[in-house]
Nanobody, 121 residues
């Protein structure tokens, strides 16, 4: 099995910054993509940032220019640097990854448990 463990959430004032981390562990053959999603109370889960290949990334319009996704492939880790945070960014942030394991090389989606980000205005 693959486990994704997030860290770095917390409480921050509007205009501040946070950096989220997510590390995948298990008998991993290949990670095709990694992404960050978020879900605010009463809202649907939305994709915030997505990274595939070496340097390809896609961002939600609401975070463009403020959030940056990056990967350390050697550590099976993805980061989300969040700057100029707004109250509207308050949500539980989830890490997701498309992973192939050595057992069968089939790509499957895995999710982390989520980390709370609260931005006070």
């Amino acid at each position: 099995q693959v486990q994704l463990v997030e860290s770095g959430g917390g409480l921050v004032q509007a205009g501040g910054s946070l950096r989220l981390s997510c590390t995948a562990s298990g008998t991993i053959f290949h990670i095709r993509s990694m992404a960050w999603y978020r879900q605010a109370p009463g809202e649907q889960r939305e994709r915030v940032a997505y990274m595939y290949g070496v340097e390809n990334s896609i961002y939600a319009d609401s975070v463009k220019g403020r959030f940056t996704i990056s990967r350390d492939n050697a550590k099976n880790t993805v980061y989300l640097q969040m700057n100029n945070l707004k109250a509207a960014d308050t949500a539980v942030y989830y890490c997701a990854a498309e992973v192939a394991m050595y057992s069968d090389y089939a790509l499957r989606d895995y999710w982390g448990q989520g980390t709370q980000v609260t931005v006070s205005s």
